[in-house]
Each structure stands twice: as structure tokens, then as C-alpha cells.
């Protein structure tokens, strides 16, 4: 097959990035990492699909107001989440006079919206935003059961984040970054393919979408030449702790050992021994929070100088997976390094 | 704001087009421009949902076989559809081994996954599938009622087209279509805004798009220079009967006349006064299939030279709808143009 890794020509730089979360995200070990976080989950609505569209407008104002940006300024917005339709994003950046870009990657969305974002800003945009959602409320309902029935959990289910992360990119088209050794960079874009493990255990994600993460680590390792011990930090959001357990065993089965630096999105938000939160965090939300308000703000600061970022998601829906079918996955792959280019 | 037109510097070329379809779109006036039409419109599956992605891997199945290529040879998918989790794309293309990249615009899908591909192929890709389907049965069932209620449908009410439409697109790197008057490229691009009207009907889809449309158009107009005669066709897909004349008159207001060059693939792809189907065809699989299997095909042959293609959707979920929010609307617009580089 075609080589699936591409070396970006022109590395986009992000301006800022932003999160806002609920409580739970508050009482975990990434509190820190929120600009925003509201203590009821509601963000001032009165039903839970809007508190999720409200999180990606909040969190897409603190983004711009970080880059001291208006609306005006950005020529594309790349949004998605996991509501039916995607209306998280379509009403929550509706109020934003920007044009809108909606994608649907599930859970690995974020990924998926960087990653376009940066080929579309190879020889066309200027400035881009990407924004992801998810809200535990509305995906218990919609995926499950409405929280108030109280569903039993069982032990390999992921929360999903209540969070939404956003992200401002710029071409450097005037390489006004060159020399500044604090920016980030996506420097490398690897898309991944849809694989389909055979699950059908909707309250097993992690495993569903650990052999797409296997697939895109595989490649991206064989066609970049680059081993493991060549990042500082890498991390997949969200195959959880049974997710991140069946990737480390089938990665070694290919010979490539992930060490102390690999991590995932889902077991870094929450803390598992005090939250009870079984496998971890999952949703549109987790892997963006994680890299907007944790992994980008630390690389900034000089605390990792080159992550992989792998986002999962599970391709299925509540139909799909009541009509039988087994659950594919797809794990998209960015690069992101320090320095001027 | 930014100047929101993009003209292409390298100009992708169709390879190769399809569309399959069900068997109002055989009784219709473009029975002609599908490879395959399915009598029962099942597509031999099991349930609604199946059939659908069924569609979606027959559609990019003789897309492929007229470019004569192997899906080894296509670098990403770019797809999208109509279901909750948009599953009909994820199921329908589980099969190709390429990298996946899920899209939800609404309607609007197939043009916005033409945009983005178009965008991506700049510095990135080197080739490209697009495919978008949509189904009446899964569209009716998840949208409305399910078929065998037999609901009662109002004047203003779109047909879903059962109907899925593939693209194969090249980004000419190699200049071998250099010379080729009879290929059809995208010469430009522009992402739609989110516009919402204030429409709450969600029988009345035309009217919740046209404004989008209006806004897609009106910029057009004023950053490329051209005006409507400069085109052979204009196309929206899909206002169908009311939004293509509220589209008509808000752009009257605004001095762009649309002449008898425009039309609307829900009004193309069925026969309003024998075909009952009230203000014409709508979904995902409209536009896709009156493009790649009328449209483009067309143009290869000399029919048009120059066609200004805006894919309108409508980003309400049911839940949005009961929930007594406005609906949105969004129109992604390509410039289509036959010729060499």
C-alpha cells in the first residue's frame, strides 16, 4: 500500500489551546489543566446537550482570547463530537462567523481535526481551529441509559469526560516562529484506517479500538524510521487501562516496545484508585482536554520536547451494535515537536 | 473577516465517478447516471442501516474499477453520512484498507468531503476517495417515523434519495493531465459558515438551508469576481422547490440573479409532478450521486465546461429539534472546471 505518513512541508504552530471540564475532571490529577471548570456540569443549561455545546463556545473563547484573536482572523474551524449529528459543535460554534468544517471521528476526533487542519493549512488556510466535545451526561443517555436509572457498570467500561478542548493553529506562512524553540509544532500527520477486531461488547472500547492504534503505530514507526525511545512522551487517547494493556501486548508481539514514556489520555485525567472510573476516561472531549490543557501548555514550557499522539475512536453506534455488528476502530496520528523550523 | 475563497494551486483531477441507487431514483429523470440501481433498494442486507453502507461499498467499488485502480493506490477516504455515528460510512468502507477520515456536514457531506481532499492533496495526498450515501428507510426511521407508520408528509417536505456517490480524485503531481481539455478539476473552494435562520420546521429543510447558501454565494461572488453567468450550471444540492426559491429571491435582494443556468439536485434527481415526492430529493446521497454520476461525468464529455457545485445541510439532530432549538444550516461551495493546468 501507499506510504500513509506525511512529513509536513510547512509545520503548523499552535497559537493557543484551552479546555473547560465538569467536577469529576476537576478532582482529578489534571485539575490544573482546565481554563474553565464548572462545578454542577451544567455550563448555565438546561439540558445536557446544550451544557455540551456550551463547553466547545467556552472553550473556544479562551482559546482566542489567549491568542488575543477575534473570530474574523480564523479562516476554518474543524469540529466534532459524539451526539447524534454532531450538534455539540454545530450549535455550540454557531454564535462563531467562521467557516465550519464538521467531522466525525468519535472518540479520536481531536486527532482527526488537527490532522486535517494541518494539510488544509499546507497551501490554503492561514489560520485554523480545531474543537472537540464530549459531556458524560448527554453520552450516558444517548449511548446508554439516562444517568438517573443508574446503570450498573461493568469493569473494562471508560467515563467519558465531561470537557472540551480547542486548539488555534497557524501556517507560519511568515515564518514569524522561526526561531522560537517554545512552539509547538505538528510536524508529522499519519491518518489511520478503520479495523475492525471483532468486539462486540460496547462497554469494552478500549479493546475495540486497540488493534487501529496497533495498525497506526506499526506503520507510522516502519515508514518514519523513528523508534519509541525517540519521544519524550506517547500517548494515545483513550484506549484506557484494558486498552492500553491489549495495545503494549500486541505492539511487543510486533517487536516495538512501548517504555515508562507511553501513556494514555484516559488513565492521565482521572485518578483510577479514587474516582471510580473503571477503565479510565474516554470521549470526543478526554484526548482534547488532555493535549489543550496538559501535553501542549508542558511542551510550551520546555517539559516535553517531542510527543506522538494517537486519538482512538470506536466507530459504531447504539443501532449498530444492537443489529450485532462488532465495533470498528480508527486511531489518527500527529507529531508534535519544539522548535523553530 | 478573512478572505474565505481558496483557488487551488494545484487543482485536482477526477479520476473516476459512481453512483448507485434505489428504485425512485430509477424511476426519475436521471435513472441514467447510476452504475448500479437496487429494485428493492435492500442492496441484499438484512435491515435499513446495512443497506446503506452497502451502498457506500458498491459505490466506491465501481468508482474504483473505472479508474482501474486498487484501493492500495488511494492515500484517504474522506466520508460521511446521515446515521447516528455516521455508521453508514464506517460500515460500508470497513473493507478498504485506507486510511478513513469520517466527515458529518449534513447534506452538505459530499462537497465538503470534496473540499477537504482537494485542500489536503496540496502538499499531502497524493489521491483521494470521497463517498457519501444516504437512505430513505434509515433516514425516515431515525429522522421521523419509521416507514411502516406511513406518516403523513407536508408540502415543504424533502424525499430522501436513497443513493450513495463516490469520487476518486488525483492531485496531477506528475502533470499527465496536463493537456487533457475533457478532465474535470476543482479549481476552488469555499467553506460554508453555520447560519441559522431561525427555522424550527424540521419538515421544511429548504427554508433552514437557503440562508447558508445565500452566505456561501454571496461571498463567492464578491471575492472571485465572477457573476452567475460566467457558469454553465449552478448547482445547489439540496434545497429542493422551497429553499432553491427562497435562495432565488435572498439573493435577488442582495443584486446576484440567478438565471436559468441554476438548479438543485432535489429537483434534478426526481419528477416533482409524477414522482410525489413534495419539494424534491434531499440527503447525504443527493448531491453525491447527481455529481459523480450526472454532473461530472457531463462535463467529461463536453456537456459543461465551468459549474459552481454548493452542497447545503442542515446540522438539527431530532433531539435539537424536540428540544425546541432553530435549525442551522451550512453550504460548502467547489468551482468545477474542465481543461489542462
Redesign the interface.
Known sequence: ??K?L?K???PPVFLSTAAVGGRKESEGPLAFAFSQICEDDRFGMD?W??SESEMQRRALHFALSKAEMK??????LFA?D??????GS??G??EY??????????CSTSV?GL??AS??M??????CAVVTSSHFCSAERQFRLPIEYGGQRTPTAQWTVTGSGAFILDNDAAGEFSCAESCVRITE??????I?GGITDANNMGAAMAPAAVDSFTRYFEESGRSPEDFDLILTGDLGYEGSGILRELLRKRDIVLGDNYNDCGLLIYDREKQDVHAGGSGCGCAASVLAGYVIPKMESGGFRRVLAVATGA??????VQ?G?SI?G?AHLVCLECGGE
Not at 122 to 127: A, P
Not at 189 to 194: D, E, I, K, Q, Y
Request: charged share 20%; aromatic share 6%.
Open positions: 500500500m501507499n500513509t506525511i509536513l512541508k510547512h439540558t446537550e446544550k473570530e474574523g482572523e480564523i479562516d476554518a466534532g459524539l451526539m447524534n449529528q454532531c450538534t454545530a450549535y460554534l454557531l462567523d467562521i467557516p465550519f468544517l464538521g467531522l466525525y471521528g468519535a482527526e490532522l486535517l494539510l488544509c499546507q497551501e490554503g488556510f492561514g489560520r500527520v499519519l491518518p489511520g484506517r478503520s475492525d466507530l459504531m453506534s447504539p443501532s449498530s443489529q455488528q470498528p480508527v
